[in-house]
């Protein structure tokens, strides 16, 4: 095979039609809200690296010093010849990962983000040209069917995106992970903890205003994808911590009353001053959530690693 295929799962028309029930679904309900997966344009991915170097974003440098420090014994423990990355992005930190798998025959990395895939694919193929690379534009929520590249599989799903999901859609998840593995393969999940407050709210609300710029990201898309006339401008980027929920939301804020149009939908939303347009949730975890969480979906955890500072879980699991 050649070492690097792209594959599109979903037919052309399909993101599409997609964003415009989600935008319709999310922009007439109360409160209105939209799914996290819109912000990841090129543009959106590119702010989203960015962050992950902001000094108040901790989770990928926590996530990365348990790769550096875990991935000869996760290689040990699964001897993976296939790698499957969800939500895989820059893959930057699943290089420790790829570098620790010695019988790796082929990575599979899933995104949403075309321009995320190729770009991931360009930097790992540079440094590694003998890698197998099969790459799967797709949704990670509506049912993957993976390549059939050699077992055993390791499923990575790295950093806390889990926690994107709210917990019907996790539960809905897991499960069909689980159903994408066979027996001596295992998944490889990156879960945020629960901390201190003001830890986590900076986390979601950098000083350099990075994170406001990727939350409003998904207003551009909307704008460009459904020809909407949000003015960005008008909306204030808000990170609020729900202790009951134990996850962060980042919500857009109307700063005045104002009333937007997305003609592809023909459809006029009104915002109140103040009213709040939710953009992302990210829960964070407890060991023991964790662990009941994959139970439920037929999987055993098997191992917990933490960082130095215990900020950041991987955990290990397998089919129960
Ligand atoms: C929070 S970023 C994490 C990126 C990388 N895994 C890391 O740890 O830095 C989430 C990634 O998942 C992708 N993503 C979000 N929702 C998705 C979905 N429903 N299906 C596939 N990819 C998705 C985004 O494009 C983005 O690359």
Redesign the pocket.
């Known amino acids: 095979m050649s070492p690097y295929l792209l594959t599109r799962t979903l037919p052309e028309d399909a993101t599409g039609a997609a964003l415009r029930a989600d935008v319709l679904h999310g922009l007439t309900r109360t409160p209105k809200s939209l799914?996290?997966?819109w912000?990841?344009d090129a543009r959106?991915?590119a702010l989203?690296?960015e962050i992950?170097t902001l000094p108040e974003y901790y989770p990928?440098r926590a996530?990365r010093e348990i790769l550096v420090t875990r991935s000869g014994e996760i290689a040990e423990v699964t001897g993976a010849r296939t790698l499957v990355?969800?939500?895989?992005?820059?893959?930057?930190?699943?290089r420790h990962l790829i570098d620790a798998l010695p019988a790796l025959h082929t990575y599979v990395p899933?995104?949403?983000?075309e321009s995320?895939l190729t770009g991931a694919a360009n930097t790992l193929l540079a440094e590694r040209p003998a890698l197998n690379v099969h790459a799967l534009i797709?949704?990670?929520?509506?049912g993957l069917a993976l390549p059939g590249t050699p077992g055993p599989r390791l499923v990575a799903f790295?950093?806390?995106?889990i926690g994107?999901l709210l917990p019907a859609e996790r539960a809905a998840f897991l499960t069909s992970v689980r159903g994408l593995l066979s027996p001596g393969d295992a998944l490889l999940l990156?879960t945020d903890l629960v901390k201190d407050e003001s830890v986590l709210v900076s986390a979601y609300d950098d000083g350099t205003g990075v994170t406001a710029a990727f939350n409003k990201n998904v207003l551009h898309v909307v704008n460009r994808e459904l020809g909407a006339d949000f003015d960005p401008d008008a909306f204030a980027h808000v990170a609020v911590w729900d202790r009951d929920q134990e996850w962060i939301e980042m919500r857009l804020r109307a700063r005045a009353a104002q009333t937007v149009k997305v003609p592809a939908l023909d459809l006029a939303v009104h915002f109140e001053e103040g009213e709040d347009l939710r953009t992302e949730i990210s829960a964070k975890f407890r060991e023991e959530v964790v662990k009941s969480e994959l139970a439920q979906a037929g999987l055993s955890l098997t191992h917990w690693w933490t960082d130095e500072r215990g900020r950041f879980a991987l955990s290990l699991s397998t089919p129960a």
């Open positions: 799914p996290p997966k912000f990841y959106g991915s989203f690296d992950t990928t996530e990355e969800l939500g895989s992005g820059s893959s930057e930190k699943t899933v995104d949403v983000s995320a797709a949704d990670f929520t509506r790295l950093g806390g995106t994107n990156g």
